[in-house]
């Protein structure tokens, strides 16, 4: 099952490299992860979306929270919680394909950002399968290159993570 | 890369200008550190990057350097001296090949939850990352076996970072702590305002006390259990906690047992303690592991070779409480019922009192039942081997002789790793917690006699004696000139069967006797090897000599003796649980296979 874990750490050298190394030893996936530094600059805030049974999710978690450098670990997918991601994805866009591209880009709520005789860069955010749905909706052939975030998520209403 | 011009110059300039506040090197910043947190021995070996702290170590009489001849062995000696007192054990290497050499004695502290804190010098700041000679990354190379490491690239910073690595390294569950201290950073002067009193970080704050609800919801589980049982490991004599675990296990008149690692923390020649259980471990101790209603696990972690197959350990139902400091540990293997999180001597006293509040007993019928069972599979006497055998000597039979010579005496016992391990641990039989000294989780071999004399430099006046075989005793034996140049006669008895004798044992049994590469061809003659390094060598190929060989070494008092002791080649270790198999379903001899 698929699940979103949010971990505050401290924001130091190497810390980063402690999360990704506990994965790879003990035979866990990453399917996706983000970090970068909160508004408190000592503090880095990652996401990791994973998979595993129940019981492989409770070690994640707790052998998480065994890092030094790990100051609040917790699973999003157990209560209420928003997602997205940003996606930026260049597309061929030539003659007619220019047309039904912007109507594409359009219907997910996306924006073009970069645009040349022959391409268009598309932005999209959203959750990850909306993305995934944008990039079976178009003509595969058309796709050149595509640039995924990988999931940032946050608790909804008072579910806060903080020190 | 050497120190630049630049800093030279400004590090003269400071010295110049004295302040009132004191100045200091990192290099003696580091030796302060040390002193305040009271270590006596720093096991170590020199090399570019740590010059400054060696010239520091050079300028100081309270810590004793001891100067091992393989920085594996000094992390070994500094583990060994961890496991026998409790405190934290220092280490200290060079860069590059320095640290390289020290990571399998870090893993295997690692391993064992043993606090250590190892320092590693490193290139210069400005060198780093260049591949300058002797340089390796120390920080990820040691990342994954190690409690935490730590970069010290700022000189402010190292007084503080070695405050915490102290903290970390014997605070919750203990682990090995690597600080890697560039060589500019040991050189650079700073004014020193002193060692910090304390640490706080907001990211680790290990539990301590368990939870009063859990523990409560325990006693009871465990007061009304039919067949209970108590299974403990290492965890208890990092907690110092076996005067509590004696007190429950006897308030109680439960059976218990103790893993390889936990040997000592119940006094074996009790009749509650069933013997060591796992692989390798007695009838009972795992008969009853296996058909247990409730087991209570203190500081233990269900480790692959205690329970073997966990399919076949779930397959009798019980209610398993577990206590350990370490979240992770628990239900990582085993399912687990109760967990309690916390440190084992604070949940067991807090169990303690309330079985003398709540007054309740345990349901003596069905204990007595239960006892009687364990009597009954206690009476296959599964350590039986040929005692009386005149011809060759068995290596069982050294042990016991050993242990019957020594019941009661102020003696410490390391061994290495394979047979002569599992023999020491099933037939000597340790009362007093801390006194068997041995890897359990990495399986080190040549361990053996760098934890003796990492043991005998704390304790100078009890007797430490290493069980190794001719295998293990050569991945290590370059020490035997270490115990010489510091004075730490230890006694040293190989059972030397010739042979790899675990791997041997595995191919007898699983490989249809294909003994691939386990036969050690070419030995060196052991006798004349310990003269060589200084000390007394003895032949024992008779059993009749035994006895007379090992008194005659004990009356060495000063002299490291090396006793080479000719065993019977095909012996092998029983009961087994082969690999795979659940652990009732035990070889218990020859016959079986």
Not at chain 1, 85 to 100: F, H, P, S, T, Y
Not at chain 2, 116 to 126: D, E, F, L, R, S
Not at chain 2, 198 to 204: D, F, I, K, L, W
Not at chain 2, 348 to 373: C, F, Q, V
Request: aromatic share 6%.
């Amino acid at each position: 099952m698929k699940h979103i874990i949010s971990v505050l750490l401290e924001n130091e050298p190497g810390a980063l490299s402690r999360v990704v190394g506990l994965f790879s030893a003990r035979g866990y996936n990453i399917e996706s992860l983000s970090v970068a530094p909160t508004e408190d600059a000592s503090l880095s805030r990652m996401t990791i979306q994973t998979t595993g049974s129940d019981d492989v999710i409770e070690q994640i978690t707790k052998h998480l929270n065994r890092l030094i450098e790990v100051v609040k670990v917790v699973d999003l997918t157990e209560g209420a919680y928003t997602e997205r991601e940003l996606m930026l994805v260049k597309v061929r866009a030539v003659g007619k394909e220019r047309e039904e591209m912007k109507r594409m880009a359009d219907i997910f709520r996306g924006r073009i950002i970069d645009v040349t005789e022959k391409s268009f860069t598309i932005e999209l955010t959203g959750d990850l399968s909306k993305n995934d749905a944008f990039l079976v909706a178009i003509d595969r052939s058309a796709i050149l290159e595509t640039v995924r975030t990988g999931a940032c998520g946050i608790g909804r209403g008072e579910r806060i993570l903080r020190v | 890369m050497e120190i630049s011009k630049a800093e030279m110059q400004s590090a003269a300039a400071a010295q110049a200008h004295p302040t009132h506040s004191e100045e200091l090197n990192g290099a003696e910043i580091l030796v302060r550190a040390m002193q305040a947190e009271k270590v006596e021995y720093v096991w170590g070996y020199p090399g570019g990057a740590v010059l400054y702290i060696y010239d520091a170590l050079y300028k100081q009489e309270s810590i004793q350097h001891i100067l091992v001849r393989h920085e594996q062995a000094a992390v070994h000696a500094a583990d060994g001296y961890a496991r026998a007192t409790g405190d934290v054990g220092v280490a200290l290497v060079t860069s590059g090949p320095g640290l390289t050499n020290a990571v399998t004695g870090i893993a295997t502290a690692y391993m064992d939850s043993i606090p250590m804190v190892i320092i590693a010098g490193q290139v210069p700041t400005a060198a780093i990352g260049l591949d300058a000679f002797q340089e390796c990354d120390t920080v990820g190379i040691t990342r994954p076996i190690v409690k935490h490491n730590f970069l010290v690239k700022d000189v402010r910073e190292l007084a503080v970072t070695l405050k915490k690595a102290f903290h970390i390294a014997r605070s919750g569950r203990p682990g090995p702590v690597v600080v890697d201290v560039p060589k500019d950073v040991s050189f650079k002067k700073i004014p020193y305002t002193g060692y910090p009193e304390q640490v706080t970080m907001r990211s680790y704050n290990p539990v301590r006390k368990g939870h009063g609800g859990q523990i409560r919801k325990a006693m009871q589980l465990l007061l009304n259990a039919k067949r209970p049982y108590i299974y403990t490991g290492g965890g208890v004599l990092l907690s110092n906690a076996s005067t509590e675990l004696r007190t429950l296990v006897d308030m109680l008149g439960y059976p218990c047992t103790n893993t390889l690692m936990g040997l000592g923390a119940y006094p074996a020649s009790d009749r509650k303690f069933l013997g060591m259980l796992g692989m390798h471990g007695t009838i009972e101790a795992n008969n009853a592991m296996q058909n247990c209603d409730v087991l209570l696990a203190v500081g233990a972690r269900f480790d692959d070779r205690v329970i073997g197959n966990p399919k076949h350990f779930a397959q009798n139902e019980r209610k398993i409480i577990h206590i350990d400091i370490d979240p992770s540990s628990i239900s990582k293997r085993v399912k687990v019922d109760i967990p309690i999180v916390g440190d084992v001597k604070d949940v067991l006293t807090e169990m303690i009192g309330m079985i003398r509040e709540a007054g309740t007993k345990p349901d003596a019928k069905a204990l007595a039942g239960w006892w009687e069972t364990i009597e009954g599979w206690r009476s296959r006497d599964c350590l039986a081997y040929d005692r009386n055998n005149q011809d060759v000597i068995k290596p069982q039979y050294v042990i016991e002789t050993l242990s019957k010579m020594t019941r009661g005496q102020d003696v410490y016992v390391t061994s290495d790793v394979g047979q002569h391990q599992m023999w020491a641990a099933q037939y000597y039989g340790f009362d007093e917690p801390r006194r068997w000294i041995n890897s359990g989780g990495l399986g080190t071999m040549g361990v053996g006699i760098p934890y003796a004399m990492g043991i005998k430099m704390a304790r100078p006046n009890s007797e430490v004696f290493c069980v190794t075989g001719e295998g293990s005793v050569q991945m290590c034996i370059q020490e035997l000139s270490t115990c010489l140049q510091y004075n730490t006669p230890i006694k040293v008895l190989s059972l030397n069967n010739r042979y790899l004798g675990m791997v041997r044992q595995w191919q007898e049994i699983e490989y249809s006797g294909r003994y691939s590469h386990s036969y050690m061809d070419a030995l060196p003659n052991f006798v004349k090897l310990a003269e060589a390094y200084g000390h007394v060598g003895l032949l024992v190929e008779r059993p009749q000599d035994v006895e007379g060989a090992l008194l005659e070494a004990r009356k060495l008092k000063d002299r490291t003796v090396f006793i080479d002791f000719r065993t019977d080649p095909t012996e092998n270790v029983f009961p087994m649980v082969q690999a795979g198999k659940g652990i009732t379903e035990m070889l218990l001899g020859s016959e079986d296979l």
